[in-house]
């Protein structure tokens, strides 16, 4: 059997007395969309912060094809992080300009961000700054303008929260494509029915740890009832 893409063994982070994560492990293979799900402050957003090279785990490791995600890993993981921040300054399309150049991206990507801005419903708004956007609308940006890049590794943190129906539902579409196209793609969520749904398999954090995962049946076949009901039961205080 082939190696998973990416492999993720015995994460730890502190944050003075607070133990963020605790031991983190689990894989992610390419073509796959994985939930991680857990509780307000089970981790989540710390294992994406480090996974991206935003911060820098306290132990473990993090293996991308057998190789150390290292210092040039913005080629290969990217993340939509919780809190959509966008330049102020910059206009829709320039967030796509800049993606497009931070990355090095080869010629012909103005098509491809045109369609991601279009299955987005954000071509109207293309030459609106991006102090005058609705939340819903930055969020939209910077899954435009990340998805664009086309890494390997795709981690989305709570991507649904803002997004009207039909954002939810190009989102979705989007990110099945890009799982048919072979990206391994991550995706925290409260939203259980919505994980049930586009998720192939879910990893449930419980104070830094991993508690349980599985396939969206194995984990019906944990308990008597949904994803929820296993969930509630497992993260139960
Ligand atoms: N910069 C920080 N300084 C101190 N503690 C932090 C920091 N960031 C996170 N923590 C703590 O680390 C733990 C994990 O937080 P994290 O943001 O990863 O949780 P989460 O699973 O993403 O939660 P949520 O569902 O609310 O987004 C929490 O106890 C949190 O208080
Ligand atoms: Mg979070």
Same mark, same amino acid.
């Given at each position: 059997m082939s190696q998973p893409a990416l492999v993720v063994e015995h994460l730890a982070k502190r944050f003075d007395r607070k133990t963020a994560l605790e031991d983190l492990s689990f894989t992610l293979d390419a073509g796959e969309i994985v939930g991680l799900i857990g509780p307000n402050g089970a981790g989540k957003s710390t294992a994406f912060g480090i996974l991206c090279g935003l911060m820098r785990p306290d132990a473990g490791a993090m293996r991308y094809r057998g190789a150390p995600l290292g210092r040039d890993r913005g080629r290969i993981v990217s993340l939509i992080p919780e809190t959509p921040d966008v330049? #102020? !300054? !910059? &206009?829709v399309w320039e967030h796509l300009v800049f993606a497009a150049h931070l990355c090095g !991206? *080869?010629? /012909?990507?103005e098509a491809r961000a045109q369609t991601l801005l279009a299955r987005m419903d954000m071509l109207e708004h293309r030459a609106v700054l991006g102090s005058e956007l609705s939340k819903g609308m930055r969020q939209k940006t910077l899954v435009a303008a990340t998805i664009l *890049?086309? &890494?390997p590794v795709l981690l989305l943190d709570? #991507?649904?929260? /803002? !997004?009207d129906p039909l954002g939810q539902r190009g989102l979705r579409d989007v990110l099945r494509d890009l799982r048919a196209g072979g990206t391994a793609i991550m995706l925290s969520t409260h939203q259980l029915e919505a994980a049930e749904a586009l998720c192939d398999r879910v990893v449930i954090l419980n104070k830094g740890r991993a508690v349980a995962g599985g396939t969206i049946e194995e984990m019906h076949a944990l308990g008597a009832g949904t994803l929820e009901d296993v969930f509630l039961e497992i993260t139960r205080p």
């Open positions: 330049y #102020p !300054l !910059l &206009t !991206l *080869a010629d /012909g990507w *890049a086309e &890494t709570e #991507p649904m929260i /803002g !997004l």
